[in-house]
C-alpha cells in the first residue's frame, strides 16, 4: 500500500508540475508579446448598453473591438498593427454570445483570442493563416469615374481621391479616369487636386461618379501669371508683383492705368495732364530705362514696360477693368528670358475674363459719381497778395543793384520789371471795392473750376460650352472736365 500511495502521489506530483509549466510558459508568451510590441494597450470599460446597427454597415475592426467592450464589459489586449487595415461586417456584433462574436469578428480577419481572466482578453494573429482568406472578411465593392475641369470640361489626371477617415485611396491616370475599392457603398469620397477646391462626394450605393472640379483662388496659394503659366506665389524666385483685380474695380477712376496707383511696388504712373476721359498715362517700372524696344528706340516709349493683354502687346487704356481677370509686373531681369530685350524695362501681363461653360450669363457693372478737387493751397487776401508783389520787385531791384545783373544803377532803375506792380493808389481803390471793372478783387478759381460728374457702365455676356466660350462686353465712359469744355 505504501508503495502504491507513493506512486499514485508522484504521478499528482508530475500533474500539477506540468499544469504550472504549461502556464508559466503562456504567461511568458504573452510577456513577450507585450514587449514586442510598438504601441500595446488595454481598452477600458465605458458602458455596458448594447449595439444595434444596419446589416448592410461595415466597421473597422478596432472600432468593432471598442463596441465589444462597451456592451459586454471586457477589455482587449492587442497590437494595434495587426488590426490595420481590416474590417468586419457591423451584422456580426448581432450574435447571441460573446464568443460566437469574437470568435466571427476575429477568424476572418486572420485573428485568434485567448480569455486570460473573467473581463479580460488578449488577441493574436492566427498562425500560417492564408492571405485570400483575407479578402473573404470584407467584400470590397469598385467605384469608378472621370474628374474634369469645371470650366474647360478637360480631364484632370493626377487627381488625389481617398475614402474619408481611411489611408484607401488612388489617383486619376493621364486621361483623368480612376478606379477605387472601397468598403461600403455608404462611404464619402474626397477629390483634391492643387489649384482646385476638395470635394466631398458621398457615394450613395453609386459604382460610378463623374465629379467636376471648380478652380480654387485660396490665399495661401494665390496662382500669379508668370508669361507662360502659372505659379503658386510662394514658389517663386523673380520679382512679380500681382494686383488684386477686386480692390482695383473698387476704385471709381477712369482706366485701368489710374487704378494701377500704388498697387504695386516700384511702379510708378504719371500723368501727363491728358484731356478728361481721355487718359494716357505713362508708366514706369523701376525708373527710367535706358535700352529701347524695336523702332520706339530714342522715343519715350522706348524706355516703357512692354503691356501684353492676353499675350498681345497692347494698351492699359484700351482695357476696361471689368474685363480684367488679373494683372502681373514682371520687374526683374528674369523676364527676358521669356521676352527677349523687350522686356528690359518690366513686363505687365493683363489677363482678360473668359466665359464659363454653362447657361448664357448677362451681367451690368457701373456708377455715376462727381468728381471735385481734392484740397486747395491756403491763399492770403487781396492787399496781402498785391503787397507781396511789390517786395518781390523791390528784392529784384535790390539784386540788380548789387551787380549780380551786370547792369548799371540807371539801367536797374528804368527797368520796368523792377517796379512796383501796384502803386499805393491802386491798392487802396481795389480794397474800397467802389470802382470792381477798374480795380478788381474777384477769386477767379471758384469760377473756373466746379465739380464734375463721372459715370462708367459695363455691359457683358458670357457663356459657352465644353467647345468653346465667350465674353461680349460693351463699356461707356462719359467723364467731364472741372474747368468748362474739357470733357470728353
Known sequence: MENHNDTKFIRVSIGVLCAILLTSLSMASISKAQIASEELYTSKLLSSSTYTASTNEILLLETALEKIQESYNVSFLYDSEILKGKYVQASLLQADSLAQMLSETLSRNGLTYSRESEQQYVIKKIPYFRKNNLKKAIRLESVSGTVSDGNTGETLPGVNIVVKGTNTGTSTNSEGAYSLNVPSLQDTLVFSFIGYQTQEVPIQGRTEIDVSMQLSAIS????????????????????????????????????????????????????????????????????????????????????????????????????????????????????????????????????????????????????????????????????????????????????????????????????????????????????????????????????????????????????????????????YLKEEGMMANTGH
Open 220 to 475: 495661401g496659394e494665390e496662382l500669379v501669371v508668370v508669361g507662360y503659366g502659372t505659379q503658386r506665389r510662394e514658389s517663386l524666385t523673380g520679382s512679380i508683383s500681382s494686383v488684386s483685380t477686386n480692390e482695383m474695380s473698387a476704385i471709381p477712376v477712369p482706366t485701368v492705368t489710374h487704378a494701377l496707383q500704388g498697387m504695386a511696388p516700384g511702379m510708378q504712373i504719371l500723368d501727363g495732364g491728358d484731356m478728361p476721359g481721355n487718359n494716357v498715362l505713362d508708366v514706369l517700372v523701376r525708373g527710367q530705362g535706358s535700352l529701347g524696344r524695336g523702332g520706339d528706340t530714342g522715343s519715350a516709349a522706348a524706355s516703357r514696360p512692354l503691356v501684353l493683354i492676353d499675350g498681345i502687346e497692347g494698351n492699359l487704356a484700351n482695357v476696361d477693368m471689368e474685363d480684367v481677370e488679373s494683372i502681373s509686373v514682371l520687374k526683374d531681369a528674369a523676364s527676358a528670358a521669356i521676352y527677349g530685350s523687350r522686356a528690359a524695362n518690366g513686363v505687365i501681363l493683363v489677363t482678360t475674363k473668359r466665359g464659363n461653360a454653362g447657361d448664357l450669363q448677362i451681367t451690368y457693372n457701373g456708377y455715376y459719381g462727381s468728381q471735385d478737387m481734392t484740397s486747395w493751397p491756403d491763399r492770403v487776401d487781396t492787399e496781402t497778395h498785391m503787397r507781396l508783389a511789390n517786395v518781390a520787385r523791390t528784392n529784384l531791384l535790390n539784386a540788380c543793384l548789387d551787380g549780380r545783373e551786370g547792369q548799371t544803377e540807371a539801367e536797374c532803375r528804368s527797368n520796368p520789371s523792377y517796379a512796383p506792380r501796384y502803386t499805393e493808389e491802386y491798392i487802396q481803390n481795389t480794397i474800397a471795392g467802389d470802382q470792381p471793372d477798374e480795380y478788381p478783387s474777384d477769386e477767379l478759381v471758384d469760377a473756373i473750376f466746379s465739380p464734375a460728374p463721372i459715370q462708367d457702365h459695363n455691359l457683358s455676356v458670357s457663356g459657352g460650352n465644353v467647345n468653346a466660350r465667350y465674353n461680349l462686353s460693351l463699356n
